[in-house]
């Protein structure tokens, strides 16, 4: 019988190795619309915009139609994701933008700083949006390897916000060039940035996080010009579907180098849409329908009814996920951090908000999430438990009891016909206020 070379040995034993390393630990790779709302993907009923490779992903893992973002405006809502707590526990209630010193305090723990220690290479393509006054509250001093993107929102310049600040593309922390209004292809570079991320990390043979945050479907809506007018859904259609094509090249890198079933992929919005758009943002291009829409969910970007929170939430991992479920039972993207921890096997050693929600991902156990608090600023205004939604008065409204399993519009408020119930999550909201810091409108 013929022996085997002895470095075919060797390289067999290499290989099996990797394999085993790469089934420890998984990919990770969190896709993160900007004003994105619940109803402007096809699989989540728009009727015109299609959206074929996120309605992919959604049938071969699970969508979730009661998926909600940290709260209803961009920074808080990042800080939300990032650190697996609600944006007040997060120290961070508030928008920061060029002339801002707010940012994201430094005692927080984001998830790139869990994963270092378990051997991962991690990088934020896209919008920041949580400080960028040094380079140590930069993505870079925060626990990514690298960045690549904006330090804010693509707005934050002339006329539609008075700064003299030139907003910057950055690389690390160096000012790469200069973002001025042509923003055409900036879907494509943050997608260009974030497929060679994961070719050098698959180079690598090194497990990996990926946080491409979007700059868009925030105004000023653009897209590349060789898909501009394809969109039966508009100008905004055509931005829309323009994030789709990204989604799907990044499913397609995976699929290329093999490492598809080794990868959780999430997607998701960081609030809903922005209706009610102020002046200072309907000029040099912008119209008033250059926005998106929340289907048939009440209220949208700004707002703690359902259409301000309420965001897609599709996930994707082929050799752990049961393909083709569809979920109404409730999850958060501050419950990421605790499953992808879980999933890296990092520990997580500060008090959060979020669940590790990977078994109900898998289908073996109802979601672990069964209330939910929803801020604006330093206030709590509302909370959910299970199918009921209570508010608290907020001036000139009165409180408000929603039962959104079968109201999920919020047309028909209850209180008088349940006031027991009204009473009870009253007094959880009220608890959990105090508990996290929080201030209530009603007070």
Known sequence: MKKRPLICLILCVAISGLTAQSADKPNFIVLFADDMGYGDLSSYGHPTTRTP????????????????????????????LLTGR????????????????????????????????????????????????????????????????????????????????????????????????DQHYLTVRY???????????????????????????????????????????????DVIETIDWSAGRILQELDELGIDKSTLVVFTSDNGPWHNLPDRMLQAGNERWHTGNAGLLRGAKGSTYEGGLRVPGIFRWP?????????????????????????????????????????????????????????????????????????????PEEAELYHVDRDPSEMYNVIDRYPDIAQNLDKALRSKAKLIGAKLRDQ
């Open 319 to 395: 050799s752990v996920i049961p393909k083709g479920r569809v979920s109404s039972e409730m999850a958060s993207t501050i419950d990421l951090l605790p499953t992808i921890a879980a999933a890296a096997g990092a520990k997580v050693s500060k008090k959060i908000d979020g669940y590790d929600i990977l078994p109900f991902l898998k289908g073996e156990s109802p979601s672990p999430r069964n209330e939910y608090y929803f801020s604006q600023s330093d206030f709590f205004e509302a909370v959910r438990q299970g199918p009921w939604k209570y508010r608290l008065r907020t001036s």
């Open 191 to 237: 997608t260009e940035a974030a497929v060679s991320f994961i070719q050098n990390s698959a180079k690598n043979r090194k497990p990996f996080f990926l946080y491409l945050a979007y700059s868009m479907p925030h105004l000023p809506v653009m897209t590349m010009h060789e898909r501009s007018g394809r969109s039966a859904g508009g100008h905004y259609g």
């Open 86 to 181: 609600y944006p007040i526990h997060a120290g961070m209630p508030r928008n920061t933008g060029p002339g801002s010193d707010v940012h994201l305090p430094k005692g927080q723990t984001l998830i790139p700083q869990l994963l270092k220690p378990v051997g991962y290479e991690t990088m934020a393509v896209g919008k920041w949006h949580l400080g960028h006054q040094n380079d140590d509250v930069m993505p870079t001093g925060r626990g990514f390897d690298d960045f690549f993107g904006l330090p804010y929102s693509n707005d934050m310049i002339k006329p539609w916000v008075q700064t003299d600040r030139p907003m910057y593309l950055y690389k690390g922390t160096t000012e790469l060039e200069e973002v001025g209004h």
């Open 53 to 80: 490779q996120l309605d992919r992903m959604a049938a071969e893992g699970v969508r979730l139609t009661s998926f909600y973002c940290g709260a209803p405006v961009c920074s808080p809502s990042r800080a939300a």
